[in-house]
């Protein structure tokens, strides 16, 4: 099961991190996030309406609903509980990729030196997420991590936008990018889910190019 998920992240290119005030954002959010071509959220456990969004996003059935942010056991069993399919954490903590495991879902953790990088490995992961990319030096980071780790796959994070998206996606250890810069916290609260779709599609066409 988690490799067709890594799969569909893979072809998805990109993965929307998402910080939602309100949970009656969520239901707009998931259509515009559909109807501009990318069919994937990642959403943050930053704000309490986290869970309900999840729940809201993930019963529609043909989105690819994961929980970001995640730091303890009990925010994997809240995330999954409400319906998350991937749990993605800025770093590597082993208690927390064993409740992944423990619940049958794919965990994300956060990995950027080749001794992060090494703990995941041991765990059996075979994809972590680099961040935050841009400060822990960006693309040529992941170039060079990935001659020791040949197979491990990256989705990097933190930093990245239309300018420099295209740096990340030319390295074949990327197996999808993530970022907040299609789906902008000030436009969600707004309801600006027009411009949502906008930026989005926008963010595919770049990856499809
Ligand atoms: C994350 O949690 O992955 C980051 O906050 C997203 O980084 P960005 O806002 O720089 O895209």
């Given at each position: 099961p988690s490799g067709e998920l890594l799969e569909r992240i893979g072809a998805a290119r990109l993965v929307p991190v998402v910080v939602l005030d309100d949970a009656t954002s969520a239901a707009p959010l998931a259509e515009a996030l559909v109807a501009g071509g990318l069919p994937v959220?990642?959403?943050?456990?930053?704000?309490?309406?986290?869970?309900?969004?999840?729940?809201?996003?993930?019963?529609?059935?043909?989105?690819l609903v994961g929980a970001g942010t995640v730091l303890t056991a009990?925010?994997?069993?809240?995330?999954?509980?409400?319906?998350?399919?991937?749990?993605?954490?800025?770093?590597?903590?082993?208690?927390?990729?064993?409740?992944?495991?423990?619940?049958?879902?794919?965990?994300?953790?956060?990995?950027?030196?080749?001794?992060?990088?090494?703990?995941?490995?041991?765990?059996?992961?075979?994809v972590v997420k680099f961040f935050?990319?841009?400060?822990?030096?960006g693309a040529k980071a992941i170039k060079a991590?990935?001659?020791?780790?040949?197979?491990?796959?990256?989705?990097?994070?933190?930093?990245?936008?239309?300018?420099?998206?295209?740096?990340?996606t030319a390295v074949s250890a990327v197996l999808a990018v993530g970022g907040s810069w299609m789906v902008p916290r000030d436009a969600i609260a707004a309801g600006d889910?027009?411009?949502?779709?906008?930026?989005?599609a926008d963010a595919v066409?770049?990856?499809s190019a």
């Open positions: 959220a990642e959403v943050t456990f930053r704000t309490t309406a986290a869970v309900e969004s999840i729940k809201t996003m993930s019963a529609r059935g043909d989105l009990e925010q994997v069993d809240a995330a999954v509980d409400a319906g998350a399919s991937y749990v993605v954490s800025p770093g590597f903590d082993p208690a927390v990729v064993r409740r992944c495991n423990e619940r049958g879902v794919l965990p994300l953790p956060g990995a950027v030196t080749a001794t992060e990088v090494q703990a995941a490995l041991a765990a059996g992961l075979q935050p990319a841009e400060t822990s030096g991590l990935s001659a020791p780790f040949a197979g491990l796959r990256f989705v990097p994070t933190g930093g990245i936008g239309p300018a420099n998206l295209a740096e990340y889910f027009d411009k949502v779709s906008r930026l989005t066409s770049l990856v």
